[in-house]
């Protein structure tokens, strides 16, 4: 699967074969105060947007090239609604590190 097809597809966004294609065994997320594993990362996705009670909706790829792609997200949640944006460095053609901000809607 292509990264852009996976990013809009929400209920995909745990599914352990598309991490393997699509994430860098070295892969490390940044959120507010934490740094997430790839494990870590893709059991936030689970337990959020697969299991959980948070949405995904108005998904756009803002920036991509060989070297990073820029994702934009409403994200539904209990807290409520917010734009997530996700910028992403690439490394072997995968996703090696993210860092996400956020503004209330």
């Not at 966004?13 to 934490?34: G, K, N, Q, S």
């Not at 909706?57 to 994200?75: A, G, P």
Request: hydrophobic share 35%.
């Amino acid at each position: 699967m292509k990264l852009r097809e996976y990013l809009n597809v929400p209920e995909k966004w745990a599914d352990p074969t598309l991490v393997e294609e699509l994430y860098h065994e070295d892969y490390m997320y940044l959120r507010e105060t934490e740094m997430l594993s790839r494990d870590e990362f893709i059991l936030h996705m689970k337990n959020d947007f697969v299991d959980g009670e948070f949405k995904s909706t108005n998904r756009k790829i803002l920036y991509e090239d060989e070297k990073v792609v820029s994702f934009e997200h409403d994200e539904e949640s209990p807290r409520g609604l917010r734009r997530v944006t996700l910028t992403s460095l690439k490394k072997e053609g995968k996703l090696w590190r993210q860092m996400m901000s956020f503004q209330d809607l």
